[in-house]
C-alpha cells in the first residue's frame, strides 16, 4: 500500500493544525475503485496518528466531482462475496472518516454521487460550492444504496432520506443545505478560502477538547438521550484536567476586564 497511498492520495498542511487529503489519479470523477479505497484508507490510518492535528480537509481533485461515486466497470463484475469484500473496504474507508479523532470537513465541488455522499456524510462539516449537486444514484443501476447511507434518515428525515434513495434523483447543493445534509453553500471562488477560515476556527479550539467534543458526538449517535445526557457529566469532569477550561476561561475573563 506505500506506493498507493502515494499514488492515490495527495497531503498538504495550509498550517501545521490542518491537514489537506487529496484524492489523485483516480480519473476526473474520483472514482472509488479497491485500490483507492485502500490507499486512502491507509492514508487516514496514518495522518490519525498526527498529535498536531485540529482538523483534516477532504477533496478530490479537480472540479468536476468530489466523488462521483463507486467504480461501475468494477462493480459491474462483481459476485456476492466479493459485493461484501468491496462494500466491506468502502465501509471501512468511511469509518475511518467518522471515527477520524479531529474534526473533518469535506469540500464538495461539482457532483458527489453515491459512496462518494456516503463519505461525505461521514464527515463532520460538509462545505459545498452553491453550483454543487449531490444525489443516491445506486438504485439507477441495480444496487441499494448501503453502509453510510444508512445515517441518511437520522440526519435529514426520513422523507427526505426515502426521496434520495428510491427515486435516484440529484439535487442541488442549496437544496442539501436546507435539507441539513450540508452546512454551508458559498460561491466555487470563495470555496477554499471559506474551508481554511473554518479551518483556522478549529484550530484556536484546545486539541484535547476539539477531540473529545467529537467522541462524544460519536457516542450519542449509539446511546439514549437520557443515557447520552448523564454519560456526558463525568466526560464534563475530565476537561478540567486537561487544563484547557481554565487557560480558555481566564483568557476570556481578562479580554472581559479589559473592554469593561
Not at 471501512?92 to 461539482?110: K, S, T
Not at 462518494?116 to 460550492?129: H, Q, S, W, Y
Not at 444508512?150 to 434523483?169: C, F, S, Y
Request: hydrophobic residues 45%; aromatic residues 4%.
Amino acid at each position: 500500500v506505500m506506493g498507493e497511498k502515494a499514488m492515490y492520495s495527495q497531503i498538504s498542511y495550509p498550517t501545521p493544525a490542518t491537514a489537506v487529503l487529496t484524492i489523485t489519479d483516480a480519473g476526473p470523477l474520483n472514482v472509488l475503485s479497491t485500490p483507492v479505497i485502500r490507499a486512502l484508507t491507509a492514508q487516514l490510518g496514518e495522518l490519525a496518528e498526527n498529535s498536531e492535528l485540529h482538523c483534516l480537509v477532504l477533496r478530490g481533485s479537480g472540479s468536476r466531482a468530489f466523488i462521483a461515486g463507486a467504480d461501475i466497470k468494477e462493480m459491474a463484475a462483481l459476485t456476492a462475496s466479493t459485493g461484501r469484500a468491496f462494500i466491506g473496504a468502502l465501509r471501512d474507508l468511511c469509518n475511518a472518516v467518522r471515527h477520524f479523532p479531529v474534526p473533518v470537513i469535506v469540500r464538495l465541488e461539482g457532483h458527489t454521487l453515491g459512496g462518494g455522499l456516503e463519505l461525505a456524510m461521514a464527515g463532520d462539516l460538509r462545505i459545498a460550492a452553491d453550483d454543487a449537486v449531490v444525489g443516491m444514484p445506486e438504485v439507477k443501476v441495480g444496487i441499494p444504496s448501503v453502509i453510510h447511507a444508512a445515517m441518511m434518515p437520522a440526519q435529514i428525515g426520513a422523507a427526505r432520506a426515502a426521496w434520495l434513495l428510491l427515486t435516484g434523483e440529484n439535487i442541488p447543493a442549496t437544496q442539501a443545505q436546507q435539507w441539513g445534509l450540508i452546512n454551508e453553500c458559498v460561491s466555487r471562488d470563495r470555496l477554499d478560502e471559506r474551508i481554511l477560515e473554518i479551518a483556522e476556527g478549529l484550530a484556536q479550539i484546545g486539541p484535547v477538547v476539539l477531540r473529545q467534543q467529537k467522541r462524544l458526538l460519536r457516542r450519542w449517535e449509539c446511546m439514549t438521550v437520557d443515557a447520552a445526557i448523564d454519560d456526558s457529566i463525568a466526560e464534563f469532569g475530565e476537561a478540567f484536567k486537561t487544563g484547557e477550561p481554565q487557560h480558555h476561561m481566564n483568557a476570556f475573563l481578562e479580554r472581559k476586564n479589559k473592554r469593561s
